[in-house]
């Protein structure tokens, strides 16, 4: 039974959180369960000492992008998300080869750094992007390409999945099983007009957005960190939004290709 603070701290920690979600989706919304089989690369964010062991403390996903490195979100590992300061490291595992949070299949990985660029927070950034080095390395395998910046991966209008552990429908019930959904790219314009009056603010440089046109898939809480691939390659990093699959707020990810030259700084 997941806890109150359990339930408080998700919510807390990812910045999908400006407008209502829209009820009734029973997956991430609008998709479906995936085997980790077929998507190795993408890992969930833990701790069991901060979160409980419900769900195995998942609060945050991640992705796999060489045998010891992971990508995630930069505000998925802030003091004010977590309660304690990054550096402190030794309450953090990256869970790996685990579809459901509630079994204890694959492995959880201590982590031996972390570097999140000061530049690259949350909320004065040009992008929301963290590394992370693992204790142990993972099979080759597991790692998916990131797509450079002339990449066709980054067409509007190409078809991108989604992957997450988090909520499904916008009132705290969170996903135990690994789920997917579908969402194309869309045109830095749309997303520039889309959030011109929001408080946050889209920068093509560092972001991208997708969705579907009539709303109804999304990432939503709990998604964070998690990656958005298309044509084999990762493309973004679930990172920001209004409201989880709304028609009007596609969902905004920090764009892999411009964080390139920071993640090869943190091999």
Not at 158 to 167: H, M, V
Not at 189 to 194: F, K, R, V, W
């Given at each position: 039974m997941r806890s109150i603070n359990y339930a408080?701290?998700?919510?807390?920690?990812?910045?999908?959180?400006?407008?209502?979600?829209?009820?009734?989706?029973?997956?991430?919304?609008?998709?479906?369960?995936?085997?980790?089989?077929?998507?190795?690369?993408?890992?969930?964010?833990?701790?069991?000492?901060?979160?409980?062991d419900n769900r195995s403390g998942q609060f945050c996903g991640g992705?796999?992008?060489?045998?010891?490195?992971?990508?995630?979100?930069?505000?998925?590992?802030?003091?004010?998300?977590?309660?304690?300061?990054?550096?402190d490291k030794s309450n953090l595992r990256v869970i790996a080869g685990r579809k459901d949070l509630g079994n204890t299949t694959g492995a959880e990985i201590p982590l031996t750094s972390i570097r999140i660029d000061s530049g690259m927070g949350a909320n004065?950034?040009?992008?929301?992007?963290?590394?992370?080095?693992?204790?142990?390395?993972l099979p080759a395998s597991y790692s998916i390409p990131i797509a450079g910046p002339r990449d066709k991966a980054y067409a509007t209008g190409?078809?991108?999945?989604?992957?997450?552990?988090?909520?499904v429908n916008g009132d705290g019930s969170y996903a135990d099983v690994l789920q997917s959904t579908q969402v194309h790219l869309l045109a830095d314009?749309?997303?520039?007009?889309?959030y011109a009056h929001t408080k946050r603010q889209y920068r093509p440089n560092s972001m991208l957005c997708a969705g579907v046109r009539d709303g109804g898939k999304d990432a939503c809480q709990g998604d964070s960190g998690g990656p958005l691939v298309a044509l084999g390659k990762l493309v973004g990093l679930?990172?920001?939004?209004?409201?989880?699959?709304?028609?009007?707020?596609?969902?905004?990810?920090?764009?892999a290709s411009a964080?390139?030259?920071?993640?090869?700084g943190s091999q």
């Open positions: 408080a701290s998700l919510i807390m920690i990812t910045s999908l959180m400006i407008t209502t979600i829209p009820k009734g989706a029973n997956t991430v919304i609008g998709g479906h369960p995936v085997d980790v089989s077929d998507a190795p690369w993408v890992v969930a964010l833990a701790s069991r000492e901060i979160f409980g992705v796999v992008v060489s045998r010891r490195t992971v990508l995630t979100a930069a505000h998925c590992l802030s003091q004010k998300s977590l309660g304690i300061h990054a550096a004065a950034s040009p992008g929301d992007v963290a590394t992370l080095t693992l204790s142990k390395s190409t078809t991108a999945e989604i992957y997450g552990w988090g909520d314009t749309e997303c520039l007009h889309a679930v990172s920001w939004g209004s409201g989880c699959g709304s028609s009007k707020f596609p969902g905004v990810y920090a764009r964080a390139a030259e920071y993640i090869e």
